[in-house]
């Protein structure tokens, strides 16, 4: 049963329900608050607030949980708590943990309120009761922030960087585990973080910490209609936080409401779109004149993104498996007024090559999102090792079609938004070992950081015939 709304919305109630929801009916937490919000009165303070409770909820899930569990004491399951009971427990745990702007009476108090609405009679104050002693208890186990403090078992990793330091141990100890101890610090499942660690090594707490982080909105300039500076000065009149991004051509839009960011790509000015996302295209370096395929195109941000790069000149074709994913790469091509693109399903990608083959081809593969967690918050819960397996496999049909449709002399860019090997340069050298008429060209590995997310691609050269 959904916690009831009883009183005006809240972006308590607001996360709350969100993620009654993505427990109930899966899907994506923020298309969940994204509904929510159009039938809540929320102010834009409420509704990112909201936002950062239902996300942070997710993310921090194993530590929250297992904070929970120490303090019900041995045997006590966190599973045997009623799901909506639960819910508003993690929510209020995690307002104490990391919200340091809240105070710890008015997150408990919110939290024991929401148990109220949400028991019946006699219910609601035993409820209300457990609510309150066990966040009280968690209060007694906050010791304070450190900014500069290290995870530990006494000490939480705090999303903004150091540590939430605790009156006693109750994260695992490093020593019986590096992967463990990183997993259940940085709410990861195990099996991720050990491929991680035999990956990355040191690195690995690297990728933990920053996909931990609440990530700022980039958004990539349309320079055929505008330069980046000209639509910055625009948007700094509405929101003076927008500010220059990471890359040329990049904006930092964090400042703007979803409404409006709809609004702009709508229009064609901008595109939503994380820096380490736009370092495939780069990698394709598309040219005015040529034929370009995007051989995974929707929704369709990579396919104006060639476009620009071409100036408008030539021609892309921009594919998918169904109708279902080629609508929003017709909306998207048809928002902007681009003519030049040609929308097909992949089974007829061939049809539409010049002879001899394609100048460049981008497959932008399905993969695990694992370098994109920080905004996929569910991905991390529903990755699976066997998934990993099972879309590596596609990678490689996807590959092996792409390669019969560029010409001699044509590149390849293989990407995706993992950071697994065997979705990246496992496959690619596998892809290449005892393969004639291929080169690796290029090979970039980008791992989340503070202003971006993780990334992988390759460009793989078709040699012409006597130059090998």
Request: glycine share 8%; hydrophobic share 45%; charged share 25%.
């Amino acid at each position: 049963m959904a916690p009831a709304m009883t009183r005006p919305p809240t972006a308590r109630s607001a996360a709350l329900e969100a993620l009654d929801r993505l427990e109930r009916r899966e899907g994506f937490l923020r298309d969940h608050l994204h509904d929510i919000f159009a039938h809540a009165d929320l102010d834009p303070r409420d509704r990112a607030l909201a936002l950062q409770l239902a996300t942070g909820v997710v993310r921090h899930r194993r530590v929250l949980r297992l904070l929970v569990s120490h303090l019900r004491g041995p045997g006590r399951r966190t599973g045997a708590i009623q799901p909506p009971l639960r819910r508003i427990l993690e929510l209020g745990a995690y307002q104490l943990l990391f919200l340091d702007r809240v105070p710890a009476y008015a997150a408990v108090n919110e939290a024991v309120q929401a148990a109220r609405e949400m028991a019946r009679g006699r219910q609601a104050e035993r409820a209300a009761g457990f609510i309150n002693g066990m966040l009280r208890g968690l209060g007694r186990l906050i010791a304070g922030r450190e900014p500069a403090g290290r995870p530990a078992p006494d000490a939480v990793p705090h999303p903004d960087g150091g540590v939430v330091r605790l009156a006693e141990a109750v994260l695992p100890r490093p020593e019986g585990g590096r992967a463990v101890f990183l997993a259940t610090a940085y709410s990861y499942p195990d099996w991720l973080v050990e491929r991680w660690v035999d990956a990355y090594g040191e690195e690995a707490e690297v990728v933990c910490r920053w996909q931990n982080r609440r990530p700022h909105t980039f958004a990539r300039v349309n320079l055929m209609r505008h330069t980046a500076e000209a639509l910055l000065a625009t948007l700094r009149q509405e929101a003076p936080d927008v500010a220059p991004g990471p890359e040329p051509g990049t904006l930092d839009v964090s400042a703007l409401s979803i409404e409006r960011l709809e609004a702009l790509a709508e229009a064609g000015d901008l595109t939503v779109q994380d820096p380490s996302a736009m370092a495939a295209v780069a990698a394709l370096a598309p040219q005015a004149g040529e034929t370009v395929l995007d051989l995974c195109a929707s929704p369709g941000t990579k396919t104006t993104q060639i476009v620009e790069a071409m100036g408008g000149e030539g021609r892309v074709v921009a594919c998918d498996r169904n109708e279902e994913k080629l609508e929003p790469v017709r909306r998207t091509v048809a928002s902007r007024g681009i003519r030049c693109v040609t929308v097909c399903l992949s089974d007829d990608a061939a049809g539409h090559a010049p002879a001899g083959g394609f100048d460049a081809v981008l497959v932008d593969t399905p993969c695990s999102n694992t370098g994109v967690l920080a905004r996929r918050v569910e991905a991390r819960w529903r990755a699976r090792p066997d998934d990993v397996a099972d879309l590596a496999a596609i990678q490689r049909g996807l590959l092996e079609r792409a390669i019969g449709l560029v010409r001699p002399g044509g590149r390849l860019v293989y990407s995706t938004c993992s950071l697994l090997p065997e979705e990246n340069d496992a496959l690619v050298a596998t892809f290449l070992k005892g393969r004639s008429g291929w080169e690796l060209a290029r090979r970039d590995l980008v791992l989340p950081g503070p202003d971006r997310d993780g990334a992988f691609c390759a460009r793989l050269n078709r040699v012409e015939a006597g130059t090998a």
